[in-house]
């Protein structure tokens, strides 16, 4: 569809302020001199910068490709998607049982492309067997292999947690000049330097992570430094502000995109700015709010008025953007979701509305914590050192890392899942008839032997006084 389709082409890639053009209008010339005519990719502010296609036909991929390596510095094969689409179309994870395909495809971009090419790919049943499939991409030509520490089957409430240990595998088993992005279960900040030094990869990619909590990669200001944009509560804990993180993202669709420059606005609210007068609203009785300057009535003008259909991807992925971030805000003030939620694509001054309404959330979120916390209002915040380990399968809950995640809901954080076994109780997530059957067989053949069904345990008294209990596993317990 890239290849074939130039309204798609526009739709999901903006390099230039122009519509794209076709690799033979582009001729040779690599980049364009002007840097003021670059969006995506602009090469003073947005590089390097990877394009990533799904394929199944080399032909078509390099096709495809050559439409975009004038403005990107290399071009990702996406061998991680696990959705039905995926499936139906043969291709991202679907496409892991065909390792010749697999080669064609990157060996295809990797002869005849100007800029390396790349892959992401995810693990499979057993390291071994990820190993060999990781050195199968790599002899294709990949420059650069994006590691996703999940199987394909993990997906939806499914997920479960990566598995950073099949990665450090990799790492110690393939050539050391090998470049390898680790990615899974980054969810915060403090989760990027652990998973490096646990993976040994050479970088950190994040995808859900940075869609709910933009700031991920940026690093939080020392105490007593936090200025407007990041709160930092009595406890030590915080984060930045959705307030200030949506302003600053309306002002680069103002500055980038629109190229004109942003609205004056005031400060960001702190609590400890100086009470402003109440002021009396103003009404406008020129126009009720069912008529507009003209008298007709809205609606029925708006029927009338067929708007042009958004296509610029930077303008019509915003409100998908906006929910993803203002998720914990908008779940409490549904005025704001209701306001998001009639937001059109390239509607800003509809988005700039949603702004003014969270700036307000902010505000009435932080003098409501200045209250409840006033007693404590002459102690300095603390110095929290957080555990950086979040070991979900200890407690087999989720509940560990929502409580080291948690933050007041004016601030920007992540989303966790809760784990599959979480999400079988509550009835999100129920087995297949073929799992069900399984099960039923072996607990039959558990109890056929004289075994109870997982196992039992039996407390034992140790110590010279018989003072400490300790539970041993016994026959049919699973250890390890």
Not at 71 to 80: H, R
Not at 154 to 182: C, M
Not at 443 to 461: C, F, H, M, N
Request: net charge negative; with cysteine; aromatic share 6%.
């Amino acid at each position: 569809m890239f290849t074939d389709t130039p309204k798609y082409r526009e739709s999901h890639f903006q390099p230039t302020k122009s519509a794209l053009l076709s690799p033979s209008e582009l001729g040779q010339e690599l980049q364009p001199a002007n840097p003021d005519l670059h969006l995506d990719g602009n090469p003073a502010i947005d590089r390097p910068l990877f394009v990533q296609f799904c394929a199944n036909s080399p032909d078509e991929f390099l096709e495809a490709a050559k439409h975009v390596q004038p403005f990107c510095d290399a071009v990702d094969l996406n061998l991680g998607c696990p959705q039905g689409i995926a499936k139906r179309g043969r291709y991202g994870a679907f496409l892991q049982e065909e390792w010749d395909t697999i080669y064609k495809l990157i060996n295809k971009l990797h002869t005849e492309l100007s800029v390396p090419v790349t892959a992401k790919m995810r693990v499979l049943e057993t390291k071994e067997k990820t190993l060999e499939y990781a050195k199968k991409i790599l002899s294709a030509g990949a420059s650069i292999i994006t590691v996703h520490g999940r199987r394909r089957d993990q997906k939806g409430h499914n997920t479960g947690l990566a598995d950073w240990s099949v990665i450090r595998y990799l790492r110690e088993n393939l050539p050391t000049d090998t470049v390898i992005f680790a990615n899974g279960n980054v969810l915060r900040h403090e989760d990027i330097e652990r998973c490096l030094g646990e993976t040994g990869a050479d970088g950190v990619m994040s995808a859900e992570g940075n869609l709910y909590d933009p700031t991920i990669f940026g690093e939080p200001p020392p105490i007593g430094q936090e200025g407007r944009e990041y709160w930092r509560g009595r406890d030590g804990k915080g984060g930045y502000r959705m307030d200030a993180v949506l302003r600053r993202y309306m002002d680069i669709i103002y500055t980038y995109v629109l190229g004109t420059s942003p609205p004056e606005r005031k400060p960001l609210f702190l609590a400890s700015d100086p009470v402003e007068p109440a002021k009396e609203p103003a009404i406008d009785v020129s126009a009720t709010d069912d008529e507009d300057e003209a008298g007709q009535p809205q609606r029925k003008r708006q029927k009338r008025e067929k708007q042009q259909k958004c296509s610029s991807p930077n303008l019509s992925s915003m409100q998908a953007h906006c929910f993803h971030m203002l998720r914990p805000l908008v779940s409490k003030h549904t005025n704001v979701r209701d306001a998001l939620a009639r937001c059109k694509a390239g509607d800003v001054p509809a988005f700039e509305n949603v702004l003014q309404m969270v700036e307000k959330a902010v505000k009435q979120g932080l003098i409501e914590y200045e209250k409840e916390t006033s007693n404590d209002q002459d102690a300095a915040p603390q110095v929290v050192v957080e555990s950086t380990v979040i070991d979900e399968t200890k407690d087999a809950s989720s509940l560990a890392t929502v409580a080291m995640c948690k933050r007041p809901w004016w601030v920007c954080q992540p989303y966790v899942r809760p784990l599959p076994k979480e999400a079988y109780q509550n009835g999100a997530l129920s087995l297949s008839k073929k799992e069900k059957a399984r099960l039923a067989q072996e607990e039959t053949q558990t109890k056929e032997v004289g075994l109870q069904p997982e196992g039992r345990v039996e407390a034992q008294s140790l110590g010279e006084n018989h003072d400490r209990k300790v539970e041993i596993p016994k026959e049919g317990m699973v250890c390890g």
